[in-house]
């Protein structure tokens, strides 16, 4: 029967583990300190290690693992899931990493594998990110999903290889920021990250754009030029929206992706080059293959390694983190001191679907920075298409009531209803005229009469 140590400084979730494994026909042990369970596993052998890696003592998870790591596979789970914590645990040797709140099939689904291990695959995996940098935070990823989490792993693993990737996934998901954190990540971050949009740029500029140019090859090339798979040299080449090359430009990436050499636009001479490609796109190429509008070798060739980046909707738990972490740069720009979000406005952030992804959700944290009436961001703060009937008609009640709440007299209540009336319909003479039911003489006389400039 096979042997499990588990550790949680919480006994709830140690009762947790031990009855689902225990359901599975395996023996359980706990321990609730990194102490408790070194000593069982000093006495006893395991054939899996469970351990949460913060332990409310002065030894973590980590500890355990580079304790107990050749002994058993170990697996961290942990509430805090970051980029940095699973790089770590595969550096220090875990053979996977788990974040709460875990899914009960998903910990009975690693833990059978783990115990099957035949190899010390995830050895391999930590001694070929063992060089990695110590910090993460410039990758700019943000996320604390399971799916983001098993991104973090996939990023981990590849990051250190020289085979090219292509990352999936919806526009606005933060495509760019994968390859960012791919190259930050790899042996190559001392040298260039070097993106490239191969949808804004016609056939015949992309093509000057990345494999340089001679002097005299077309009007204005007034001298020879390095392209930008050269300037990439020793770094990655990122080729954003791939899919939007021409069947022409196809035939010239795959030659240099094969052949590792470019010829620059008018030589007869070509170059070698030494660049790792990172292509992204938003489209199923897949889908473009069996179409017959993108090329199968090609695709073949870029897709190595394919990362998917989830959608926000995917990923609801993050918006919450991505917003706080909009905020800061969002009210400097409004040119407002310190805000924050009120209970409400996070939780209709939640439940929106964010079609245009983070890149939306960080438009929509800039607008509501803007039209804020206060430190607390409000629901009516958001842009329309966020707000509920119920929280635009509060809003609409707000403003009115703000026209009387100090009990003006007649001609001020005047006054205010008519710079509402004209804020309104932007300005508008005759819709303003409409609406007050006057012509637009009338309208004139008002306006002079409270010193409000109709221009």
Not at 14 to 30: A, K, M, N, Y
Not at 157 to 185: F, Y
Not at 315 to 326: P, T
Request: with cysteine; glycine share 6%.
């Amino acid at each position: 029967m096979k042997r499990i140590l588990v550790v949680d400084d919480d006994r709830a979730s140690c009762d947790l583990l031990r009855e689902i494994f225990v359901t599975h026909g395996w023996s359980v042990e706990t321990a609730q300190t990194p102490e408790r369970a070194l000593e069982l596993a000093a006495r006893e052998k395991f054939d899996l290690l469970v351990s949460d890696v913060n332990l409310e003592s002065a030894k973590s998870g980590l500890d355990l693992l580079q304790n107990l790591r050749e002994q058993c596979p170990v697996i961290l789970v942990t509430g805090f899931g970051s980029l940095e914590a699973a790089v770590e645990a595969s550096r220090e040797g875990a053979w996977d990493f788990i974040s709460k709140p875990f899914k009960v099939e998903e910990v009975v689904a690693t833990a059978r594998r783990a115990m099957s291990l035949k190899d010390d695959t995830q050895s391999k995996v930590a001694e070929a990110i063992e060089n990695f940098t110590a910090s993460y935070e410039d990758a700019g990823l943000t996320g604390r999903s399971p799916v983001m989490i098993e991104l973090y792993k996939e990023i981990a693993r590849v990051a250190p290889a020289r085979s090219t990737v292509l990352v999936v996934g919806e526009s606005g998901t933060g495509k760019e920021l994968v390859a960012r954190a791919i190259h930050k990540h790899s042996p190559r971050a001392a040298a260039p990250f070097v993106p490239v949009n191969c949808g804004a740029l016609t056939e015949a500029l992309l093509e000057a754009e990345l494999f340089g140019h001679v002097k005299g090859s077309f009007t204005g090339a007034t001298t020879d030029r390095k392209g930008l798979w050269e300037e990439a040299a020793g770094g990655t080449l990122f080729l954003d929206e791939i899919g939007e090359t021409s069947p022409a430009m196809q035939v010239k990436l795959l030659r240099a992706l094969q052949e590792g050499e470019i010829r620059r636009v008018g030589s007869s001479r070509t170059t070698l080059v030494d660049a790792r490609v990172v292509a992204a796109t938003n489209r199923d190429l897949d889908k473009e293959v069996k179409a017959g509008t993108f090329r199968e070798d090609l695709y073949y060739r870029l897709n190595v390694f394919c990362l998917r980046v989830p959608s926000l909707k995917e990923r609801r738990s993050d918006i919450s983190l991505l917003a706080e972490r909009f905020l800061p740069a969002a009210a400097e720009n409004a040119g407002r001191g310190r805000l924050r979000f009120s209970t409400e406005t996070l939780r209709t952030l939640t439940a929106y679907d964010w079609p245009g992804n983070v890149r939306e959700l960080e438009s929509a944290v800039e607008y509501a920075a803007l039209h804020a009436h206060g430190v607390e961001l409000a629901p009516e703060d958001l842009p329309g298409k966020l707000q509920s009937n119920e929280v635009r008609q509060a809003a609409a009640r707000t403003h009115l009531t703000a026209l009387y709440d100090d009990l003006p007299a007649l001609d001020e209540l005047e006054r205010r209803y008519l710079k509402h009336v004209l804020e309104t319909v932007g300005g508008n003479r005759t819709r303003a005229a409409e609406v007050l039911g006057i012509d637009r003489r009338t309208l004139y006389r008002m306006a002079e009469r409270f010193g409000i400039n109709l221009e």
